[in-house]
């Protein structure tokens, strides 16, 4: 039996001349597809990004139980993949690896130290001002300086 998820989609979902499918305003910074026929894309601004987000996880749950409690076999709805220039996206992510510390396979420092650089890399095509805890990150886990 199938699964639907969420996945990642690492191309650019800036888009300065369209509209928040939250809100209206102009320039968007996060794009979510549904795989379906006709594809759904739903795009949004910096601020709209963090609900929707969350809102669509939920959705997804929400399908995926429906699904698993079905009596009847019921093929896997279509599936989501998500792109956003969005620091929230790197706080939750930076979570996750916090809680596999607690709990599962613990990130080796090189693992760490290569996503601190490439959080540093991209940090420029992010909306916004870079969180604290993310700069921390950065700084605990970036090779010393030459």
């Not at 650019?12 to 996060?30: F, M, Q, S, Y």
């Not at 594809?39 to 939920?58: D, F, H, K, N, Q």
């Not at 940090?123 to 916004?128: L, Y």
Request: proline content about 8%.
């Amino acid at each position: 039996m199938g699964q639907s998820t969420i996945s990642a989609d690492e191309t650019d979902p800036r888009e300065p001349t369209v509209r928040c499918d939250r809100c209206g305003k102009l320039g968007v910074i996060a794009r979510a597809t549904r795989h379906s026929d006709p594809a759904l894309i739903l795009r949004y601004c910096a601020t709209c990004w963090p609900v929707a987000s969350e809102e669509l996880e939920a959705r997804l749950q929400a399908e995926h139980d429906q699904r698993r409690h079905s009596p009847n076999a019921t093929p896997a709805p279509p599936g989501w993949t998500t792109s956003s220039r969005s620091w929230h996206d790197v706080t939750r992510f930076l979570d996750l690896i916090a809680q596999s510390a607690k709990g599962g396979k613990t990130p080796s420092h090189e693992e760490l130290a290569s996503i601190a650089a490439e959080i540093q890399t991209k940090a420029a095509e992010f909306s916004g001002e870079m969180p604290a805890e993310v700069a921390v990150f950065i700084r605990l886990n970036s090779p010393p300086a030459a």
